[in-house]
């Protein structure tokens, strides 16, 4: 009975992980290529009807698949993306969000999100 529990837990966990990943670390940086391949015209993706929604997902979806894989066997390789927080299984969902916000390099990772973002959709927003 514990080790159904366990399992279930530990798949919570990787969930909530996978998660964590693809929110708060694929999509801004992946939509701000999804806008940047706008900017240049790049047609393969983000010219066909919710291309580049599908692109932001799956990219989104391989680099936190990818950060839960090799993360934890690399991490000298992901130390720009992978964040051994978001894998303890002793902290629930809000608590690791709270403690990421509390580092002090995040503020400066999402400051610059917002103003990369900001400043492609001024520039996708300015073509006609």
Known sequence: MTALAALKFASRNRLGCFALYALLQGVPFFSGLALMMKLINTSEFVGEPYGAAIFVAMASTL???????LGPK??????????????DPALSFSEKV???LAHPNTPLKLL????????LAVGVAGIQ
């Open 74 to 87: 690399f991490p000298h390789f992901f130390r720009h993306s992978f964040e051994p927080l978001f894998t």
């Open 98 to 100: 709270t403690r990421w």
């Open 63 to 69: 680099h936190a698949l990818l950060n839960l894989w």
């Open 112 to 119: 610059s999100n917002l103003l990369v973002l900001s400043a």
